[in-house]
């Protein structure tokens, strides 16, 4: 089963609103990053939070992380029709190297 | 600096054919993974190197499926006698050996298989 899942599947909000993105885990982290994907193709990191962090921000996005609830959130502030993507989260489990992704966000920003 | 590619970027074959993607990880990383992503889905970790340790190869979906790395830079991934199921993006990406562990993705392969 899926280590990460995000909430929700699809999300469609217009230009200048803030967009909202959860992810939710199963088990032990080391860390969660979130990942952007265009039209399919490679990912791009966005931003990195660990697991002893609660909060980190970077520009116009903002993270956050509950390891007792095991989720986390990424909100868009000021949204532009460029952040028009899918949005995954993955999590680096404790003791390995490897990522388990989510299904992924799509996010449209209308203009 | 040069990020992570992958050759070819679009492949066609027809069922039964093998076919072979590359991966050129950023130089210098040590880690390499090769995911799958069907259209619409999420990613489907196939195989990890790390170095000279084994690879991880929890994640190939049969033996139809392998990847070598050699030199511990470029990757190759066969896919053996394909089938119609194996139509999807592969997506290759790698990382520095010191933690997080935040990873770089080429563009990916699309392979369709007919």
């Not at chain 1, 990522?99 to 920003?109: A, E, K, W």
Request: proline content about 4%; glycine content about 10%.
């Amino acid at each position: 089963s899926q280590q990460g899942e995000e909430d929700p599947q699809a999300l469609s909000i217009q230009e200048g609103e803030n967009a909202t993105m959860n992810c939710s885990y199963k088990t032990s982290i080391n860390n969660l990053q979130w990942y952007r994907q265009n039209s399919g193709r490679g990912l791009v990191h966005l931003i990195l939070i660990r697991s002893n962090e609660r909060e980190k921000h970077s520009g116009r996005l903002r993270v956050t992380l509950d390891t007792s609830k095991k989720s986390s959130s990424l909100l868009i502030t000021a949204s532009r029709a460029a952040d028009t993507a899918s949005y995954f989260c993955a999590t680096g489990l404790r003791g390995a190297q490897k990522l388990v992704f989510g299904q992924g966000t799509r996010l449209t920003i209308n203009p | 600096g040069a990020g992570v590619s992958q050759s070819p970027s679009n492949k066609v074959t027809e069922k039964g054919k093998d076919v072979e993607l590359r991966c050129d990880p950023i130089s210098g990383h040590t880690a390499l993974y090769w995911y799958r992503q069907s259209l619409g889905q999420g990613l489907e970790f196939l195989i990890y190197f790390q170095g000279n340790s084994a690879p991880d190869k929890s994640g190939l979906p049969s033996d139809r499926f392998s990847a070598e790395r050699t030199g511990g830079s470029v990757s190759t991934l066969t896919i053996q006698r394909t089938q119609q199921e194996d139509s999807a993006v592969y997506l290759c990406a790698s990382s520095p050996d010191r933690g997080p562990y935040e990873q770089y993705f080429g563009p990916g392969t699309r392979l369709t298989v007919t």
